[in-house]
């Protein structure tokens, strides 16, 4: 039987690198949470696989889910139950 996730929203934060060599991002609603990436469309996907990641490793541990908070550019993820 498949286990089924909800679908969350939380807030990224895109940050432009200086001298331009590409991008990273922020998820406020998840202390540590980063990634980067080259391109704008690169860094939704790695952040959508770094919140995946990191609600994974909450809920394996026992810790609660923050809350998802959809202000601003947001990207949806399937994550553990709270």
């Known amino acids: 039987m498949a286990v089924v996730m909800p679908l969350r929203t939380y807030r990224i934060v895109l940050h432009q690198d200086p001298g331009d ?21 690169q860094c939704m996907e790695r952040a959508q696989e770094a919140i995946t990641a990191y609600l ?27």
Request: net charge negative; aromatic share 6%; glycine share 12%.
């Open 21 to 41: 060599t590409g991008w990273w991002v922020s998820v406020p609603a998840l202390p540590g949470c980063f990634t980067q990436g080259e391109t704008v469309p």
């Open 56 to 82: 994974t490793s909450l809920a394996k541990h026992g810790e609660p889910i923050p809350a998802p908070d959809a202000e601003g550019p947001a990207v949806p993820v399937l994550g553990p139950d709270a």
